[in-house]
């Protein structure tokens, strides 16, 4: 939007005055903070989604940090590199499943829409499998039944549901962020499948999740010092994965980087999961297919370097995200070594 729109501003905040539901006033303070951001009236658009997030605190649902440190702190305690061994006799062989993981609003979809137009590969967004399979290992676990017949069975299954989305494609893939959750058990369950880490500036990351409605699905979304803890636990987890999942199965792709060479960075995730070169990728805007995340109009639009470093218009705003800067520093750090591969 431009200062053109100061007539859709003036009709927003005359529906302000008036009594609304609570949806409907959330969403347009949302509205309000992308108009203020476009027209570069930072210190508006904040206060327009700090109430957006705040009436969204309303419905009730509330994060609880401690249950997510005690998953992780199972995830880290079960999945190590003895557990992935001793999986080895039941692992499928399938390279049919890529995943695409990482927080929200990190490039996935992006990413999904570049691979998803070279022709051997489907996309078949986010599936919801693997929630589920987790649930299962851990109560199957819990019952002292281990992973004895599980994994095998697990994925088979998966298998199933994506020949039965995807046809004859070569490549699938699920690009549920949120997996980056279950990295250790879909690597002892599908060892030859490929995993993508999308990595972004961790207070872009943060403040991007912020500036979005996700209808309070996401409880830690609403509250900074909530998405500062969500964002260490994720850090703390992606690690663990990093030092015990093999790197010929776990590519991590920084954001920042595949925005400055598009072509390099495509080229060397299409050498990862296995396929040749195909210059539709570079045109994964004009790839027709269902795009359903909140990524939905970027993915249309070529790529640009709008997003990376916007986190600086809000410095003075971020609070608890200050802290994640050292995340931002020790992520630039390792990623020197990460050159894309050149044809």
């Known amino acids: 939007m431009t200062l053109d729109d100061a007539g859709w501003l003036q009709g927003a905040q005359a529906l302000l005055t008036k009594p609304l539901p609570l949806a409907d006033e ?17 210190d508006d658009a904040f206060s327009s989604y700090r109430q957006a997030n705040e009436l969204s605190k309303r419905y009730g649902t509330r994060y609880d940090r401690a249950k997510l440190t005690a998953r992780i702190d199972r995830a880290i305690g ?16 399938s390279e049919l499943p890529v995943f695409i993981v990482g927080m929200p609003r990190s490039g996935t979809s ?9 022709p051997a590969v489907f996309g078949a967004g986010e599936l919801k499998f693997w929630d589920g399979a987790f649930a299962a290992f851990e109560s199957a676990a819990a019952r002292g039944n281990g992973a004895a017949g599980l994994i095998e069975g697990l994925a088979g299954e998966f298998l199933g549901q994506l020949r039965a989305l995807a046809g004859s494609a070569l490549r699938v893939i699920d690009k549920m962020p949120a997996n980056f959750r279950y990295a250790g058990l879909i690597h ?10 999308m990595q972004r500036h961790p207070v872009d990351t943060c403040l991007s999740i912020y500036f979005h409605n996700f209808l309070n699905r996401g409880t830690y979304a609403n ?28 590519l991590q792709v920084p954001y920042e980087g595949l925005i400055e060479d598009q072509e390099g960075w495509t080229r060397r995730m299409l050498d990862f999961i296995g396929l040749p070169w195909d210059p539709r990728c570079l045109e994964f805007h004009q790839t027709d297919r269902v795009v359903i995340t909140a990524s939905k109009w970027q993915v249309r639009q070529k790529i640009n370097s709008g997003a990376a470093g916007r986190w600086r218009h809000y410095e003075k705003h971020i609070g608890p995200l200050r802290e994640l800067l050292a995340f931002a520093a020790a992520r630039d750090g390792a990623q020197g070594a990460l050159a894309p591969l050149q044809a």
């Open 26 to 42: 959330i969403s347009l303070r949302f509205a309000l903070g992308k108009y203020f951001d476009d027209v570069g009236q930072y």
């Open 78 to 93: 079960t999945f190590d590199a003895p557990f992935i061994r001793r999986c080895q006799s039941e692992a499928s062989p």
């Open 110 to 118: 992006l990413v999904e829409q570049i691979l998803a137009s070279h």
């Open 188 to 197: 002892a369950a599908l060892p030859r499948a490929r995993i993508i880490h």
């Open 223 to 250: 509250d900074l010092s909530n998405l500062a803890h969500y964002y260490a636990e994720y850090v703390r987890l992606t690690d663990h994965w990093r030092a015990v999942v093999p790197a010929a199965a776990l």
